[in-house]
Every structure is written in structure tokens, then in C-alpha cells.
T-cell receptor, first 112, second 113 residues
């Protein structure tokens, strides 16, 4: 099955700064999905990213806070902007890779 | 209607036991029901998945039972091992490359020797 590489794996950031998370898929995929997983919680979808169009955001998430790029069929980035301690979470990307939805290993973000 | 319910929240079984995790959904448009296993510090890994045209699917020690009329499905882990200790998420989706996955709240499983 396909592999999704995600980086950084973890980071500690100052409040008010931004962090960009990258996801690379080893095959072309139609949609990429970005999730947030707060400590001890389930996964919540942030947005869906299709190449060449603006991402579609779920209720409670906005583009100004979580801008997403999808420049080609194998790559996407999520930026967490103007961070606050409440943004401390694990961020994961995902894609349908033919045999199911595959996930990256996640980015553990701590905002101090 | 997009919600997926999951129980129990946590589960402790002896090695060799058969933990059962139950899930329920409302949206009859869901067409793909995967189970994910997540270890601490790792992303979720697809364990097994089922579509509503079958009532049961087995892969190794893992079995999904699916009841379309009740809109329920469950995961059974046969001969459970300490290495199965993880968080398990059921999920539901329309099941194409365009569709998002809705996750249940998760079950923390501990298998004690």
C-alpha cells in the first residue's frame, strides 16, 4: 500500500508563530485530508484538499487559521497560524490510496 | 447524522480473551467501514474494513461483524495478545477517494498477560 511521509514529526513552537506541516504521498492521490487529534481524543477533520482548488474546511476551522496548499497530486501542506496553547495537538494527513485511507505518522505540536 | 458512536471507551482483557468493540452509525449513505489501530506516538493504521454488502469479514485474528438493518458493526479480536494493546477507532465513509472519514471516539484496549 502507499506510504505517506509527514514532517516534522514533532515541534515546540512559541505562541503567535506559525508552523507548516508537509505531507508527501508516494503515489498520486485525488484528495488529501488533514485531521487534528487532541490528546486522548479521536480524529477531527480540519479540511479536504484537492489539487488546483481551495481546500474545503469543516465547521469550526477557517482558512486564515489553517491555510492549506495542494500544488500537485502527491503533496500538501497545512499551516497552523498565529498559534496558541490550544493548538497543541497531533496533526495528521491522510489520503485514499486504493486499498483504503492511509495516514501519515502525525506531527505532534506543542505551543508554549 | 454524520456521527459514529463507539463503545466501550476502554476495555481490559486477559491474554487469549476476545475483546469486542461496538460501533453504530446513522447515515445510511456510508458505504465503507474501516477499523484503525493506533499505538502511542503513531498515526492510525488500517486494520480491516468492510462494505455493507457482506455481514462478516475476517483477516487473521480480526473479525468485523456488520448488521446493516441495525446500522451497527463490531470488531472482535481472537486470541488477544499484549501486543494488541492500543487504541481502536471505528470509522465510516462513503468510501471513495473524494470522501472524508468520520471517526468514532475510540476504545483503549489493554491486554494483560
Amino acid at each position: 500500500s502507499a506510504v505517506i511521509s509527514q514532517k516534522p514529526s514533532r515541534d515546540i513552537c512559541q505562541r503567535g508563530t506559525s508552523l507548516t506541516i508537509q505531507c508527501q504521498v508516494d503515489s498520486q492521490v485525488t484528495m488529501m485530508f488533514w485531521y487534528r487529534q487532541q490528546p486522548g481524543q479521536s480524529l477531527t477533520l480540519i479540511a479536504t484538499a484537492n489539487q488546483g482548488s481551495e481546500a474545503t474546511y469543516e465547521s469550526g476551522f477557517v482558512i486564515d487559521k489553517f491555510p492549506i496548499s495542494r500544488p500537485n497530486l502527491t503533496f500538501s501542506t497545512l499551516t497552523v497560524s498565529n498559534m496558541s496553547p490550544e493548538d497543541s495537538s497531533i496533526y495528521l494527513c491522510s489520503a485514499w490510496t486504493g486499498s483504503g485511507y492511509t495516514f501519515g505518522s502525525g506531527t505532534r505540536l506543542t505551543v508554549v | 447524522q454524520q456521527q459514529v458512536k463507539q463503545s466501550p471507551q476502554s476495555l481490559i482483557v486477559q491474554k487469549g480473551g476476545i475483546p469486542i468493540i461496538n460501533c453504530a452509525y446513522e447515515n445510511t449513505a456510508f458505504d465503507y467501514f474501516p477499523w484503525y489501530q493506533q499505538f502511542p506516538g503513531k498515526g492510525p493504521a488500517l486494520l480491516i474494513a468492510i462494505r455493507p454488502d457482506v455481514s462478516e469479514k475476517k483477516e487473521g485474528r480480526f473479525t468485523i461483524s456488520f448488521n446493516k438493518s441495525a446500522k451497527q458493526f463490531s470488531l472482535h479480536i481472537m486470541d488477544s495478545q499484549p501486543g494488541d494493546s492500543a487504541t481502536y477507532f471505528c470509522a465510516a465513509s462513503m468510501g471513495t477517494s473524494y470522501d472524508k472519514v468520520i471517526f468514532g471516539p475510540g476504545t483503549s484496549l489493554s491486554v494483560i498477560p
